[in-house]
């Protein structure tokens, strides 16, 4: 048996669908967010790099910036029959935080827990 990806985190998610991430790739739209990471779905074709900086922004006005992240997984987004591109998002992309300062870690918890 093996475990979905969603099963092993340790961290408790929060579905966050009001919040966009900014990278060098552009913008995407935040699937979930824990105090370990961020999921996020994007419309670009492009891979992302092992390890970037980017931003979280919320509909409350709340802006995280320059949060270093590692990538865990990234997977095309294709509908029940296998077809890709069933909607303007291309790829799903999952992430996980690294060396974050008490600040950083701080404004996280905040914008989670609000």
């Known amino acids: 048996m093996t475990l979905n990806i969603q099963n092993r985190r340790i961290q408790q998610r929060r579905e966050f669908p009001d919040a966009i991430t900014i990278c060098p790739e552009g913008v995407s739209q935040v699937i979930d967010i824990s105090s370990g990471g961020i999921s996020f779905k994007c419309c670009c074709e ?9 931003d979280i922004v919320n509909s409350a006005g709340g802006h995280l910036q ?13 509908d029940d029959n296998g077809n890709r591109h069933t909607s303007i998002y291309t790829r799903r992309v999952g ?20």
């Open 46 to 54: 492009v891979c992302f790099p092992e390890k970037w900086e980017l």
């Open 66 to 78: 320059e949060f270093l992240v590692e990538k865990v997984w990234e997977e095309s987004i294709k």
């Open 95 to 114: 992430v996980k935080f690294k060396n974050l300062s008490i600040k950083q870690q701080s404004a996280l918890y905040e914008l989670i827990l609000q």
